[in-house]
């Protein structure tokens, strides 16, 4: 605590996707409760003032302060499972550093306006280029969103197509040739296969191209996670598709999660 004092708290629920859980402790020792902002009414250029302990307990309770620098930046990274994820991120000049992912990041009311979560130190864009002021917190309304099924639940339920698919830029030039699609057609991604019963069965087959979901070009299997974990189960949403060089479009009903993938 920001006293020094440790106390045991007992884990409800975690979210390895966003790399968030929910912890339970007493209020014996507990004044204050912070508040949530609306991360939906935030403007470019307002204060942002992060929180944490930087570099471990020895800088505990650090605060740096920026301003928000952009709002839904799509930020990729690696979870504790090894998995490659985008998450919907406010980005910021705030100092973040090795300990401060977990931390608040507030308005300049004291309002919780996102978690902090990354940073970028270096880019291979330019060889030995050092960054510098661009870190990266979870929105507050996604936070509260994923913080209220953990509490419900103890996990977080994301909806499912029940396809096993491969960035079209990865494939060699003889096997997209074989895809037969127009020749404007330069991005998207191809499905290999449709597992039964989930939401794709009937709609989607064997290489199939998807270029838009909701009409929103897809051009990697990220930017298709990224677009169905911003939904819930019970949604519909609408993907375009090339079957050859026929353009196609089906509205799938999100009824299944990543849980009722096959392994």
């Known amino acids: ?18 790399d968030l859980a929910v912890v339970k402790v007493s209020s014996d020792k507990i004044s204050t409760v912070a508040e949530f902002a609306d991360s939906n009414s935030l403007t470019v250029g307002e204060k942002a003032i992060a929180i944490g302990s930087p570099l471990g307990t020895e800088y505990a309770n650090s605060v740096t302060e920026g301003i928000v620098s952009s709002l839904s930046r799509t930020v990729t990274m690696q979870n ?6 985008s998450t919907n ?11 401060n992912s977990g931390g608040a990041l507030v308005n300049i009311e004291g309002q919780v306006i996102g978690i902090n979560s990354s940073k970028i130190s270096s880019t291979s864009a330019v060889a030995g280029s050092a ?21 419900k639940n103890g996990k977080v339920t994301r909806p499912a197509l029940g396809i096993s698919m491969v960035d079209l830029s990865n494939l060699s030039s003889s096997a997209t040739s074989k895809l037969d699609l ?15 019963g989930m939401p794709a069965d009937g709609k989607l087959q064997e290489n199939d191209v998807i270029t838009e979901i909701d009409g929103k070009e897809i051009t990697s299997k990220t930017d298709i996670q990224t677009n169905l974990y911003s939904h819930s189960i019970g949604d519909t949403i609408k993907v375009t598709f090339y079957r050859g060089k026929d353009k196609k479009t089906e509205e799938l009903k999100l009824t299944k999660s990543t849980e009722d993938l096959s392994d």
């Open 89 to 99: 991120a406010i980005q910021t000049d705030a100092a973040i550093n090795p300990g």
């Open 80 to 85: 504790d499972n090894g998995e490659t994820v």
């Open 131 to 151: 960054v510098e002021g661009m870190g990266f917190a979870i929105p507050s309304n996604d936070v509260v969103e994923i913080i209220n099924q953990l509490e």
């Open 1 to 18: 605590l920001a006293d020094g004092s440790k106390i045991t708290g007992d884990l409800v629920g975690k979210d390895t996707y966003s």
């Open 182 to 196: 127009p020749d404007d057609v330069k991005s998207g991604v191809v499905v290999g296969s449709v597992q039964k």
